[in-house]
């Protein structure tokens, strides 16, 4: 585990997302975090799943040490 990462779903939810959007199991790829960067940027909780993709897919195309602080 890491200190940003995408955050792990509930394995109900992975069945369910992985089918529904689009590019869901890159996420899976690499280590989880304590936090992530849609949750930094308020994508936390009851928001939309997309945007929370979208924000953990960014991180985790544009990742550098410098990101991570």
Do not use: C
């Amino acid at each position: 585990m890491s200190l940003v990462g995408p955050r792990p779903e509930r394995p109900l939810f992975v069945e369910k997302f992985k089918e529904e959007i689009p590019r869901y199991m890159i996420k899976h790829q690499v280590r989880p975090g304590l936090t992530g960067w849609a949750q930094v940027n308020g994508y936390r909780g009851d928001t939309s799943i997309t945007k929370r993709i979208e924000h953990d897919l960014y991180y985790i195309e544009n990742w550098s040490i410098g990101f991570d602080f």
